[in-house]
């Protein structure tokens, strides 16, 4: 993800375009060297992504065919809607894991970056990894737990919370 977000970023300085924004998941934790696994995709938690940037977005998949990117959402706003369940304050505590000529992106502070994995690993089993390579703390993970059971009312997901979070901890030599 590194190399795609350089050239990206070379794209953009190229048409004069500059574009600023915070993103999460896989490609921020690529980007900051906690994983090493590769992701195609680029989710932006925020702004919403300006039309001359999607349009950059999309010519720049189309002419770099050679990335294999899902040439109209390899850079996506699907994370979006988890602004509004963030706890207060949450923009306070940004980390800038990007500085280009052109592009500079931002992501959560670690507690919020850990809070969004945790939601998704407890939603879908495909986080576990990107949990354990955040290496969380055993108070990392109980400050995190009532924010992520906060985030479904379905009558199983206490259970699956204390599950995942059992897990991590065991599987972390945390317990």
């Not at 004069?16 to 995709?41: H, Q």
């Not at 576990?128 to 379905?154: H, M, N, R």
């Not at 919370?161 to 599987?171: G, H, N, R, S």
Request: net charge negative; charged share 30%; glycine share 6%.
């Amino acid at each position: 993800m590194k190399e795609i977000i350089v050239r990206f970023d070379s794209y953009l300085k190229d048409l004069g375009l500059e574009f600023e924004a915070i993103i999460i998941g896989g490609a921020a934790l690529n980007i900051m060297d906690v994983i090493t696994r590769e992701t195609k995709d680029v989710d932006l938690l925020d702004p919403d992504i300006p039309q001359e940037i999607k349009k950059a977005s999309v010519d720049f998949a189309l002419n770099n065919s050679d990335l294999k990117l899902a040439v109209n959402e390899w850079i996506n706003n699907g994370p979006k809607g988890l602004t509004r369940d963030l706890p207060h304050g949450w923009r306070n505590d940004l980390q800038k894991i990007y500085d280009g000529v052109a592009l500079r992106l931002w992501t959560l502070g670690r507690l919020n970056l850990l809070r969004s994995k945790l939601y998704a690993y407890a939603d879908r089993d495909t986080d576990y990894s990107d949990c354990i390579a955040l290496k969380p703390t055993f108070a990392e993970l109980e400050a995190c737990k009532d924010w992520v059971l906060a985030g479904d009312t379905s009558e199983f997901w206490p259970e699956r919370v204390d599950y995942i979070f059992q897990k991590l901890k065991e599987d972390l030599k945390l317990v």
